[in-house]
């Protein structure tokens, strides 16, 4: 009975080794998978925070009004006036379109001037 | 099983065949008590194993942090700050110092060299001194440029390392520095906001080891980026226009006692740290204090409504200059008649503002100018404040008639803004914050200043002055804009200057429910084209308008074509 204890034990023994070394260098693995994935998570984390900052600064205010200022002739920009301002319930129905007569006479007036452009 | 063990067990019998039952007996237990001690001794070695393996899995975890926190207190890690609306104002960007371990540097000419080959500022001979020494660590450089710190990786100096630190950055740049401050190269806040973020919580999360940037929330501002551009921005247009020496400008919610924005121009670039200290750049919107001049009136009328003293409809004795002992008020724009109480409020007269005051006596006056928060210092956010300079009480006639119009008291113009708000938004003050505040939060803190009908009386008088009187220029279509004008002469050599004044603009809109309230102070406003006068109702006014124009649909506050505040302002002043 003893024998076969011992035999038992070496095996179990032999088996627990190998699952200890087992364990051993999957837990190196995941670690260094670990740290591998820390150290770009803080990259991509710095590059985030940069990425923000850049941002806001090419939102700033003062380089957007800059920029409207260089082009506000060539986009024919005008400030905001309060008159343009609305609520939506403010405005009035839409008038039904042109009667067809109209319309007719609208789109030859249109097609003229298409000729003459060209 | 028990053929299994038969071999190895007769042979045990064989060899103890011999033996007496009382020996066997005892050989037994001799055995038996070997297998236990054996036993007990290999249970206390695995136990002792497994208490290490134990303890080793406990505290390898501390040991991390440890090592981490080491590396973040080189440059403390600072919560961004954001606006009202989550951009971003403030937020930390990681740079690399250059340091050197002098005692592992093999041949400090060389490296002096080389090292000065990137950084030609550095000076070599205390470069070459630092790296001779036996010291552990030393700086170098800190904050260099990604360049620079490749150029001298490559150049793979013995002894030389770099570490990743925090460097606060400001996209806005000068945009809001007044507010924010500014940090010092420890990333220590040294001025504004950052150092009440500093002396409120992140000194004592720093000693507690939890200031992390993963950790921390953003501090949220009440301020508006947006606003706080326009301010800026209309500010330094003011200030080119009218030639003036600074500018301040102030958005305030009348309700929450928010403040949208803040400048005072000139400013600094809070990336800069050495314009930090110019004097010219203080921030004059908290710290200055200045007499505020005519917009005092609006104080003056409020108060003497409040207390009984005179009723709207009342008339006082303007006809000629006010004598007491050696000095005589006059009006700068003279009527030289009797005038109702509106009348007094939009043609400014010194003479009728004096009688009012006069009526209410200086211990009223008093009682009134302490509610208001004038005679105190503000305490804010900010850890940079003005004490105001005000006479001592019992002070006498003469005095409570300048106070009238806003001689002889100086304030901070945060203090003027946050106790004109009390004039137009029911009658309350409230403390202005930097933080972000709720009605209900303001509800706390409110303090009842005057009777909500006097309140009431004062935004009709103020729409009434952009109406009708010299705050004509201020006026913006649709958003109802009442405001007073301030022209105060200067001081100079101790006495009042004719030629440099102080002029001011206060604004609310709109009228009939104010939302806001705008500020304008010039500095030594000149006219803008010879021949043009220089007054607040010239200059600061328009400017007032400019803001109110740009801001107002920013704020979501609706334009209206008929503005419900006109009328009652108008019957207001035809009341007698």
Redesign the interface.
């Known amino acids: 009975?003893?024998?076969?204890l011992q035999v038992i034990s070496v095996v179990a023994a032999a088996g627990a080794a190998i699952f200890v070394f087992h364990v051993k260098y999957r837990a190196e693995a995941v670690a260094e998978r670990a740290a591998e994935l820390q150290r770009a998570l803080d990259q991509e984390?710095?590059t985030t925070?940069?990425l923000?900052?850049e941002w806001?600064?090419l939102?700033?205010?003062?380089r957007v009004?800059a920029l409207v200022d260089r082009h506000s002739e060539l986009l024919d920009l005008q400030?905001?006036?309060?008159?343009q301002?609305?609520?939506l319930e403010n405005l009035p129905m839409r008038p039904g379109g042109p009667a067809p007569d109209d319309e007719a006479a609208l789109s030859a007036i249109l097609e003229a001037e298409k000729g003459e452009g060209q | 099983m028990r053929t299994d063990a038969n071999a190895p067990a007769s042979t045990w019998h064989h060899a103890h065949r011999a033996a007496t039952a009382g020996e066997r007996i005892a050989l037994d237990r001799r055995g038996r008590w070997r297998v236990a001690v054996a036993m007990a001794g290999f249970s206390i070695l695995f136990g002792a194993l497994a208490a290490r393996l134990l303890l080793l899995g406990v505290s390898a975890g501390n040991a991390e942090e440890e090592g981490r926190n080491l590396i973040l207190t080189a440059s403390q890690a600072r919560p961004d700050i954001v606006d009202r609306n989550s951009e971003t104002l403030a937020t930390d960007i990681k740079t690399a110092a250059l340091f050197a371990e002098p005692r592992y540097v093999i041949d400090p000419d060389e490296a002096t060299e080389l090292i000065t080959s990137v950084l030609p500022d550095l000076d070599r001979d205390r470069l070459r001194q630092l790296l001779s020494t036996d010291a552990k660590f030393a700086y170098i450089k800190r904050e260099i440029t990604p360049r620079q710190q490749q150029a001298i990786h490559k150049l793979g100096i013995p002894g030389i390392g770099f570490r990743v630190e925090n460097r606060r950055f400001y996209p806005g740049g000068p945009a809001a520095s007044h507010v924010l401050g500014t940090v010092n190269i420890d990333n220590r806040g040294i001025a504004g906001i950052e150092k009440h973020i500093d002396t409120a919580f992140l000194n004592d999360l720093q000693e507690a080891g939890f200031a992390n940037n993963d950790v921390m929330e953003p501090v949220r501002l009440s301020l508006d980026l947006r606003v706080q551009h326009v301010v800026r921005d209309e500010l330094n247009e003011a200030m080119e226009r009218y030639h003036a020496i600074a500018a301040i400008g102030i958005v305030l919610d009348v309700n929450t006692g928010e403040v949208l924005g803040m400048s005072s121009v000139p400013d600094y670039d809070s990336n800069n740290r050495d314009e930090v200290l110019d004097p010219d750049r203080m921030n004059r919107a908290a710290v200055g204090v200045y007499e505020m001049g005519s917009t005092f009136k609006g104080f003056t009328v409020a108060m003497a409504l409040d207390s009984g003293a005179a009723k709207v409809t009342d008339s006082f004795d303007a006809t000629h200059g006010l004598t007491v002992g050696k000095f005589t008020i006059n009006d700068f724009h003279g009527k030289h008649r009797w005038l109702t109480v509106p009348e007094i409020f939009i043609y400014s007269s010194n003479v009728g503002a004096a009688r009012l005051a006069l009526a209410l006596g200086n211990q009223g006056q008093h009682d009134y100018l302490q509610r208001f928060g004038l005679l105190g210092t503000l305490k804010t956010e900010l850890p940079e404040t003005g004490a105001p300079i005000v006479p001592n009480m019992p002070w006498p006639k003469v005095t409570t008639i300048t106070m009238a119009f806003g001689h002889g008291i100086s304030v901070s113009p945060l203090q003027t803004a946050a106790a004109g708000a009390a004039l137009v938004n029911g009658g309350f003050y409230i403390a202005p914050t930097f933080l972000p505040r709720t009605i209900e939060e303001a509800a706390a803190v409110a303090r009842p200043v005057l009777r909500p009908e006097t309140s009431d009386i004062m935004r009709k008088l103020f729409r009434l002055n952009v109406l009708k009187g010299s705050g004509k220029r201020a006026a913006v279509e649709g958003y109802g804009v009442g405001g007073k004008t301030g022209t105060a002469e200067k001081v100079e050599n101790g006495r009042y200057s004719a030629s440099k004044r102080r002029n001011a603009f206060i604004a609310a809109f709109p009228m009939d429910a104010p939302k806001y309230l705008v500020l304008v102070v010039l500095d030594e406003p000149k006219p803008e084209m010879p021949g043009r006068g220089a007054t607040a109702g010239i200059n600061t006014a328009p400017t007032a308008g400019n803001i109110v124009r740009r801001i107002a649909p920013m704020l979501g506050v609706e334009p209206k074509a008929v503005d419900p505040a006109e009328d009652p302002a108008l019957a207001l002043a035809s009341a007698r």
């Open positions: 009975m003893i024998r076969w984390n710095e925070s940069l923000e900052a806001s600064l939102i700033q205010p003062a009004q400030p905001l006036d309060p008159a301002i609305t609520k």
